[in-house]
């Protein structure tokens, strides 16, 4: 596996407050991608990046933003958390063609 | 709608049988199908794939099949262990100028049974 740790793994915050999420890899990947879990939606991608300062949307991509300013670093940031954004997020990157590998995950529970 | 179906939200099969999962797919574009298998607590791990080319894939225990002119795709694995207990998504590359995204169904939970 690509060596991905992802900060914090839990975080429980409020309504109205920024939140930011970090991803870290060691493995000189060049895409990197967010993703969001929820029961009965699988995984849903929220935003990608294909290089440094290169993002793009993904699939629900509504309430957050994103930052690569290194190769190894990618921020997810919810500018004012919302109960719906209470998930678990994955970070993932990508070195081949194909596959991805994924992060442990960050449980973030929005009140 | 979704592109990508796991119809099938749970399985349960009995330790030494066959678990089979299935994925439908509505995009003929697809070029490359891929399984993640998740365990709780932690992030999806990869766990075969199979080019739109080809009709089968085997790795050990784990054998994906491919019906293109069906879009469906189906996972074996053969013998089941408990450890093989977890979440299994399916999930499809668009290919092209997709930049290399995935698209996931919502996954089957499989439960072996000792």
């Known amino acids: 596996d690509a060596g991905i740790t992802q900060s914090p793994r839990h975080k429980v915050t409020e309504t109205g407050t920024p939140v930011t999420l970090r991803c870290h890899q060691t493995e000189n990947h060049r895409y990197m991608y967010w993703y969001r879990q929820d029961p009965g939606h699988g995984l849903r991608l929220i935003h990608y990046s294909y290089g440094v300062k290169d993002t793009d949307k993904g699939e629900v991509s509504d309430g957050y933003s994103v930052s690569r300013s290194k190769t190894e670093d990618f921020l997810l940031t919810l500018e004012s958390a919302t109960s719906s954004q209470t998930s678990v997020y994955f970070c993932?990157?990508?070195?081949?063609?194909?596959?991805?590998?994924f992060g442990p995950g960050t449980r973030l529970t929005v009140t | 709608d979704q592109q990508v179906k796991q119809n099938s939200p749970s399985l349960s099969v009995q330790e030494g049988r066959i678990s089979i999962l299935n994925c439908d797919y509505t995009n003929s574009m697809f070029d490359y199908f891929l399984w993640y298998k998740k365990y709780p607590a932690e992030g999806p791990t990869f766990l075969i794939s199979i080019s739109s080319i080809k009709d089968k894939n085997e790795d050990g225990r784990f054998t994906v099949f491919l019906n293109k002119s069906a879009k469906h795709l189906s996972l074996h694995i053969v013998p089941s262990q408990p450890g093989d207990s977890a979440v299994y998504f399916c999930?499809?590359?668009?290919?092209?100028?997709?930049?290399?995204?995935?698209?996931f169904g919502k996954g089957t939970k499989l439960s072996v049974k000792p």
């Open positions: 993932a990157t990508r070195g081949g063609v194909h596959e991805q590998y």
């Open positions: 999930a499809a590359s668009p290919g092209g100028g997709s930049q290399g995204n995935l698209i």
